[in-house]
Structures are given as structure tokens and as C-alpha cells.
């Protein structure tokens, strides 16, 4: 199925600001461009990042970057698909068994999860991963859950947790797998 060439959300809520993407294949994976805007906290930043994924939509690669009132930073991951990550090129233990980069910047990122998990309706993973938070770019585990709930006219269903934020929500996603609306984060608006 051939992805669209950019996506779009308006983040709301938690943080008022945007996000567009552009996806383009590379090699037997995907290569994706992204940007996200936003005021947080009453603090503006920004984060761009590029981000390789192989043909299991597993992140290979991630560059981050993020700019606030208190400066500009970057981060670089590296993962070999299998769970082991290099981060700034130094092993990165705390994150072993994680297969996928979120961005607490993005709501796109958790299109990976649903990706390289496959589930069935019903079925239920655990999908910890390597996570970055905005705008300061620290890189920490963070232990997460999808549950594929049944499926409507637009596509799919996800109950999602992540227990350390005491966060839950019913993610909904269209037919290429990208999140359409991420309750109290952001909503898809192209």
C-alpha cells in the first residue's frame, strides 16, 4: 500500500502547535522528514527530525533536533532493528528490547508501533520505546501497550497506555496505519 507523500496534525490540548511529515520510500524502507511547532507550558519550541525505518517500519536511525528559549540540541539514535540502540554513538542498555523511537513531539511516531506489531483484532503487545522528550531532547525508556480493538469504517483501533504518565486513550488510525486523531494530544488534519 502506498503511503501519502506528507501527513498533518494540529496538536491541541496538551500543547497547542502543529506537525507535518514527509514520507518518501528509501531503499526497502521508509524515510521520514518531520516537524513540530508548538507552544507548551506557555514555552514555544520547535523539534525537526529524520528518521529511517527498514521494511518492518523498525527504527534504523533518528536525528533530532530541538530549539527553545533555552537553546538548540540535537540528538542522534541508532538501532540495529532487534532492540539495541546507540545513542550520540554510545550503547544506549536502558533501552535494549525497544524497537521503536517516539517522539514526544509527534504523534506520527506511534504509527511504528502499530506497524511492526501486526495485531490481530483482540491481540495485545507490549511496545516499550525508545523515547524523546520536548523540547530538551533527553532520551529514556518508556513502557507502553496497544490493544487492537475492532476496527470501524476508517480504519483501526488502538487502546494505548503508557503507565508512567497514567496516560490511556482509544487512538484511532486510517487505512495506511497513521494516527487520525490522539485524544487530548493532537488530531489529524491532512
Known amino acids: 500500500m502506498e ?26 524502507g521508509l524515510r521520514v522528514d518531520g516537524h513540530t511547532a508548538a507552544v507548551e507550558a506557555g514555552e514555544g519550541w520547535a523539534v525537526e527530525y529524520a528518521i ?16 527553545s528559549a533555552t537553546g538548540a540540541r540535537e540528538v542522534t539514535l541508532e538501532a540495529d532493528g532487534e532492540g539495541a540502540w546507540r545513542v550520540d554513538g554510545a550503547p544506549a542498555p536502558e ?6 523511537v517516539d517522539l514526544e513531539s509527534s504523534s506520527f511516531t506511534n504509527a511504528f508501533p502499530v506497524h511492526t506489531l501486526g495485531l490481530a483484532t483482540g491481540a495485545a503487545a507490549d511496545a516499550p520505546a525508545a523515547y524523546v ?3 530538551g531532547l533527553a532520551v529514556e525508556r518508556l513502557e507502553q501497550r496497544y490493544r ?21 486513550a482509544r487512538l484511532a488510525y486510517d487505512r495506511f496505519g497513521l494516527v487520525l486523531d490522539y485524544p487530548g494530544i493532537a488530531v489529524r488534519v491532512a
Open 3 to 28: 503511503l501519502p507523500p506528507f501527513a498533518a496534525w494540529r496538536h491541541h490540548d496538551a500543547r497547542e502547535g502543529f506537525e507535518v511529515v514527509f514520507l518518501r520510500p528509501e531503499g526497502t
Open 52 to 67: 529511517a525505518l527498514d521494511a518492518r517500519w523498525r527504527t534504523r536511525r533518528a536525528r533530532v533536533r530541538g530549539r
Open 95 to 100: 533501552l535494549d528490547g525497544c524497537l521503536d
Open 133 to 135: 522528550r520536548a523540547p
Open 148 to 168: 487492537r480493538v475492532e476496527d470501524d469504517a476508517a480504519g483501526e483501533r488502538y487502546d494505548y497506555a503508557a503507565p508512567r504518565f497514567a496516560f490511556a
